[in-house]
């Protein structure tokens, strides 16, 4: 199956199974289920449980029984994003083409529908099967330590407070580690673990997550300064107005890039044990090597 072919099949079956777990926009209060499902269906790249479907295939796993795992992950992605975009964090008007969800409900229920997607992920991934060697209070378990206060949030705290700052290298790679790679680690990890994957293959899968993650971010930094609003889907240029800590902004242009290849070969080395039938996350990981949004 072609990449493309690939990426289309799974993204039409996570929608279906998102729109399953979530409660119907008619919901009693209306106003909260729909500002859930606009974020969530607003058209994004399902990376994240597209990752996790893909990891719970590599390891002789089931789509199906990675399912909760992924559309878990999403939902917590997706919460970040209405967040960020609040006018107390980013400030964006854009989210994948549309406004954002403080521009369309208001700021009360645009952090309630955060809140609610982040607290439905573990109602969701709570029901999931897990495995003979991963049981489902060790996959919750781990999506929680990803989106927490050490990882997800300490990386958007240190992202607010690097703004105008002179940031070192070391601390410009924690933030990216913690606001990018960990999540997109752990969809990995928990398709994995949906599978019932040995130590030997969770840790080349962690291994990838890590520098597939850092890669996804360099990458999104140099398209905030090269794309252009409409290219992108959200406001082009943003990092450079709030004088972020970016890789483009600390080495420049062309090291960043260099960066991101580095960081890209780093990730297709992790999947040798994998052999041919890495091929898919390999194919994955060049294409958002060249991707521009």
């Known amino acids: ?11 039409s079956a996570i929608d279906r199974a998102l729109d399953g777990f979530l409660p119907k926009a008619s919901t009693k209060p209306a106003t909260i289920h729909k500002a859930m499902r606009y974020s969530l269906f607003a058209g994004g790249k399902r990376l994240r449980p597209i990752l996790a479907l893909a990891s719970a295939e590599l390891c002789e796993g089931s789509a199906t029984d990675a ?14 994003l209405i967040h960020d975009d609040l006018p107390c964090m980013d400030d964006d008007d854009l989210r994948r083409g549309r406004p954002t969800s403080h521009k369309v409900f208001g700021e009360g229920i645009a952090v309630l529908a955060g809140d ?11 029901k999931s099967s897990g495995s003979k060697r991963h049981t489902p209070a060790m996959m919750v378990q781990e999506l929680a330590a990803a989106s927490g206060s050490r990882w997800l949030i300490a990386g958007q705290v240190m992202d607010i407070e690097g703004e105008g700052a002179a940031v070192s ?33 969770l840790q080349s899968i962690t291994e990838f997550g890590q520098a597939l993650g850092l890669a996804f971010q360099v ?21 450079v107005a709030a004088t972020k800590a970016t890789y483009p902004a600390l080495f420049g242009l062309e090291r960043a890039r260099a960066v991101a290849h580095e960081l890209t070969d780093k990730a297709t080395a992790a999947l040798k044990p994998f052999g041919k039938k890495g091929d898919i996350m390999r194919e994955i990981s060049n294409s958002l090597l060249v991707r521009e949004y």
Request: aromatic fraction near 4%.
């Open 116 to 126: 609610a997607l982040l607290t439905i992920a573990f109602e969701i991934l709570a």
């Open 219 to 239: 990458i999104d930094d140099i398209l905030d300064v090269t794309q252009t609003t409409e290219k992108l889907g959200k406001t082009a240029g943003k990092d």
């Open 67 to 80: 399912m909760p795992a992924a559309c878990a992950v999403e939902c917590i992605h997706t919460y970040s």
């Open 1 to 11: 199956m072609s990449l493309s072919k690939f990426i289309s099949a799974k993204m």
């Open 169 to 201: 290298k070391s601390a410009l790679r924690f933030i990216h580690q913690a606001k990018t790679a960990a999540l997109l680690t752990c969809a990995l990890r928990l398709g994995a673990m949906s599978a019932n994957a040995t130590p030997s293959k």
